[in-house]
């Protein structure tokens, strides 16, 4: 391995000042940026799937995929209907950051309604880095169980939204949707919060109108 | 935020130091220990809370937990029957070190034949974290998908041991419990696989005999 000195605080104040100057970018073409944090495997490409295919043809959907290997989001993401899709594949890095976002949107076309960022399958490192978006989003899927929120409450605080997913599996795992709504409730009583089954459809219009609301054209 | 200076490869040196430590107290000591790994809310704890159950008659185990925050998990396994546990919250570390096991085994009594580490939830940054035991599992949830294996190959290749957990679960999320054994070995064809429901019990006989001939008393 070569030597890499990490110098923590310029890194952060790096990828801040390049957040700022990609918040600027989204400002000025009237954008509405998100980013979607979660566990590996809670559903967020299911979910972005089963949403784009639902409101492409009223907005203009941009997605930046972040995982460590392979494209098999993009290609998921694109065969749903979003108008622009980039792949970013980080290595081995545990989370995106400003920087890779900014490359990602070199070739982004003009017109978007909303750009949906699908961050590294990560409870902790991602939490930390701004990529300049507005709303940090997480999903919790009802299977990965009650304790999360107490044992992960750095990314339950950092969210505005929480998306209570794989609800139709709450009978065969034991664990009650609103006991988990009160539990995150409890580590952050501001998170709005919507229940969906990405796989049944269950929650997925309501959590769409919204994302339709926050969207510029909303 | 403090200034911190880091530099990944001396941290790295540092860390391999404590865990060669590690690693021959345990062998002095005549304990097997595992480093259990996987994203948050796969069924870690209740696999062991189910094993410990079955093996505690037979065997001393000790556990070391770690968690960003609360101590949650030690209290299952401890009403378990395990020997000795004790808790790390690492506060926001997103792994634990060598340093960190090194200092929970202040207090750990003689006598134990298997200590099992149970790692932070995060597929990417404990992978490359020697903590000085002897062999690496992973746990996969069949809820979190088929994609997991080429997503995040590089923790398929750091393990020996791969449970595919929650096969109850399998009809209801269309994974063919199979298939994905099939994925994983693909990345990693020296995998040793069990195929488990931590909540049915199904499969876990045969874990716990394999534990059971791994422990220095097997």
Partial sequence: MSRTIRIEKKILEANNIIAERNRKRFAEEGIMVVNIMSSPGSGKTTLLEKSIALLSDRINIGVIEGDI??????????????????????????????????????????????????????LICPVGMDL?????????SITEG??????????????????????DLAPMVDVDPDA???????????????????????????????????????
Same sequence: chains 1, 2.
């Fill in 69 to 122: 290997a392979t494209d098999k989001d993009a290609v998921r993401v694109e065969e749903a209907g979003a108008k622009w899709v980039t792949q970013i594949n980080t290595g081995g890095t545990c989370h995106l950051e400003a920087g890779m976002i900014e490359q990602a949107m070199e070739d982004m076309p003009k017109g978007l309604d909303l750009l949906i960022i699908e961050n590294i399958g990560n």
């Fill in 132 to 140: 300049g978006e507005e709303i940090k989003i997480m999903l919790s």
């Fill in 146 to 167: 009650m304790d999360k929120p107490k044992k992960y409450p750095g990314i339950y605080r950092a969210c505005k939204v929480l998306v209570v997913n794989k609800v």
């Fill in 180 to 218: 988990l709504v009160t539990e995150s409730l409890e580590v952050n009583p501001q998170l709005k919060v919507f229940k969906t089954s990405a796989r049944t459809g269950e929650g997925v219009d309501d959590w769409c109108e919204w994302l339709l609301s926050i969207s510029k054209k909303g």
